[in-house]
């Protein structure tokens, strides 16, 4: 009896085994265009956010930074908390 559970044990490992390999198979996943396009427009936001950071002097650019944030937006310094 213990083997016939051993056997029934490496048999559903194998079973779930395949599985999951077969669905990785056949999960969509973005073509390489889609890729690019999602990588340029993340570069761009980027960018533009950090463009509007670096000249926050002007009230105009200051207000384009900050419309990039929620406004109840909290950011956590590593060594001095809540900024």
Request: charged content about 25%.
């Amino acid at each position: 009896m213990t083997r016939l559970i051993q056997w029934t044990c490496k048999a559903v490992a194998i079973l779930a085994l395949s599985l999951s390999v077969a669905l990785a198979a056949i999960t969509e996943r973005p073509t390489e265009q889609e890729s690019d396009s999602l990588f340029e427009t993340i570069s761009k936001l980027d960018y533009k956010m950090f463009d509007s950071f670096n000249h926050c002097d002007s009230p105009q650019r200051l207000q384009e930074h900050a419309e990039y944030f929620a406004v109840d937006v909290e950011f956590y310094h590593d060594t001095g908390g809540v900024t």
